[in-house]
C-alpha cells in the first residue's frame, strides 16, 4: 500500500488547481516516505488528493501523476506514453526528431522522452522518475524497438534531488551521428554530445517559420549549429551566423556542407562583441535573427536579463534595413511575452524604428503548454517587420 503524505490547505488549493507540483513547505506529514516514492495525497481530514512522486530533497517535494484515485502501475505509464505518442502523430509533420514527452505538459513530471530518428534520448530529472527508468526503458523498447536508448542526465537540476549528472547508454549500441531532418533541411546530430538532449528542437516550427522571411543578407546570432542560418540561406542571397563555441560553430559548418549551402559564413566570435563591430562599422541586413540562450534562469536574473535582451534586439533594430525582418527569442520562463514586448518596444524606440508584429509564436507544438502549469511555457519567438 502507498504511503501517505498529508499536504496543508495551500498544497490541496494549488492540487485542485490542477498544478502538478507541491513545495517542501506545504507538507504537514510524510509519514516516513522514502526518496523516489509514488505516494498518496491526502488533505487535513484524509480526504485523496492525488497520486505524486515524492522526493527527499527538492524543494518541489511532490510532483502529481493522477488526480484520480487509481492504481499507478505499468499500465498506468503505458497509457500515458500512448497519448503523447498520439498528440505528436497530429502535430508532427516532415520531421524525424520531435520530444515525444515533455514532462508535466504530458502529465509525465520530470520525464523527458526526445526521438532523433530511429534512436531515443531519455531524462529522468527527479527521484521519482529516476526510480521508474528501468521500467521506461523496457516500455521504450517494447514499443518502438529503438536502435538506441540515451540517458542525458547531465541537467544541472538533478543536483536538487541529489541525483548524480550523468551520460550512458541505456539500451542498443552507440548512436553516433544521426541525421535529421526539418523539412527539407539536414543537421547532424550527436546524442552523446551537444546541448540538451542532442539539438534544439523546441524551435524546430520557428526555424521552418522563419524560412520564408531569409532574402537579401541575412544574420544569424547564437547560431549554435546553424538552424536558423540553413533555413535562411534557403531564400537569403549571403546568411552570417555567428556563435561563441568553436564546437558549436564546427558543428554548424559540417551541418551547411550537408546541405550544400555555400552562401553562409560561420563565425566563431562572441555575439554582443560582433553586434557592435558591425553596428560602428555601418553594416546592414534585410534579415536577422536573434536566438539567445536564457539570459534569466531565474527571477534574481530577470532584471540582468532585460539589459541583455534590450542591447541585442537593440543593436540589430538599428542594423536592419527599411522593411527588414527580426526573428527574435527568448527561452526564459521567468520573462513573461508582457516583458519581452516591453523589451522590444523600448529598443525600437531608443532605435527610432517603427515595429510591426507579424508573427507571435511559442514552442514548437510537440512542446504544449499545460495551460494549469505556466512554468511549462518558455519560448516565446516574434517575427516583426521594421520600417
Not at 541525483?163 to 531532418?181: A, D, F, K, M, V
Request: proline share 2%.
Amino acid at each position: 500500500m502507498a504511503t501517505t503524505i498529508t499536504v496543508n490547505k495551500r498544497g490541496v488549493e494549488r492540487a485542485r488547481a490542477r498544478h502538478l507540483w507541491i513545495y517542501r513547505s506545504d507538507l504537514v506529514d510524510t509519514k516516513n516516505a522514502k526518496a523516489g516514492d509514488i505516494v498518496r495525497v491526502t488533505d487535513a481530514k484524509n480526504k485523496f488528493v492525488g497520486h505524486a512522486l515524492y522526493s527527499t530533497t527538492s524543494q518541489i517535494a511532490l510532483r502529481f501523476v493522477s488526480f484520480d484515485d487509481c492504481d499507478i502501475n505499468r499500465d498506468f505509464w503505458l497509457a500515458r506514453l500512448l497519448a503523447a505518442a498520439a498528440l505528436r502523430q497530429q502535430v508532427v509533420q516532415n520531421a524525424n526528431a520531435y520530444r515525444l514527452v515533455y514532462g508535466e505538459s504530458d502529465l509525465l513530471p520530470s520525464l523527458i522522452i526526445d526521438r532523433f530518428d530511429d534512436c531515443l534520448v531519455v531524462q529522468t530529472l527527479s527521484q521519482g522518475m529516476e526510480a521508474l527508468k528501468q521500467m521506461w526503458t523496457e516500455l521504450l523498447v517494447e514499443r518502438y524497438h529503438p536502435r538506441a536508448i540515451v540517458e542525458r542526465n547531465d541537467a544541472k537540476v538533478r543536483e536538487m534531488e541529489s541525483l548524480p549528472r550523468q551520460t550512458s547508454l541505456l539500451y542498443g549500441e552507440e548512436s553516433g551521428e544521426i541525421l535529421i531532418n526539418e523539412g527539407d533541411v539536414k543537421f547532424a546530430v550527436n546524442l552523446q554530445q551537444g546541448q540538451k538532449t542532442g539539438a534544439f528542437l523546441d524551435q524546430r516550427e520557428n526555424r521552418l517559420a522563419a524560412a520564408s522571411y531569409g532574402r537579401g543578407r541575412a544574420l544569424d546570432c547564437f547560431t549554435f549549429q546553424g538552424g536558423f542560418a540553413l533555413h535562411l540561406a534557403k531564400r537569403a542571397e549571403q546568411v552570417m551566423a555567428i556563435d561563441v563555441s568553436a564546437a558549436a560553430i564546427q558543428q554548424a559548418r559540417r551541418n551547411g556542407e550537408l546541405n550544400q549551402a555555400a552562401n553562409i559564413e560561420f563565425v566563431e566570435a562572441n555575439v554582443f562583441d560582433r553586434l557592435n563591430e558591425l553596428q560602428k562599422a555601418g553594416e546592414r541586413f534585410d534579415c536577422i535573427n536573434l536566438d539567445p540562450p536564457a539570459f534569466a534562469k531565474n527571477r534574481a536574473a530577470v532584471q540582468g536579463a532585460v539589459r541583455g535582451y534590450k542591447e541585442i534586439n537593440l543593436r540589430a533594430l538599428k542594423m536592419l534595413e527599411a522593411g527588414g525582418t527580426l526573428i527574435t527569442s527568448t527561452c526564459s520562463h521567468h520573462l513573461s511575452e508582457e516583458q519581452f514586448l516591453n523589451v522590444i518596444a523600448q529598443a525600437a524606440s531608443d532605435a527610432g524604428r517603427s515595429v510591426q508584429i507579424i508573427e507571435k509564436r511559442s514552442q514548437s507544438r510537440d512542446h504544449p503548454v499545460l495551460i494549469s502549469m505556466p512554468e511549462t511555457y518558455y519560448l516565446k519567438c516574434l517575427i516583426l517587420r521594421v520600417e
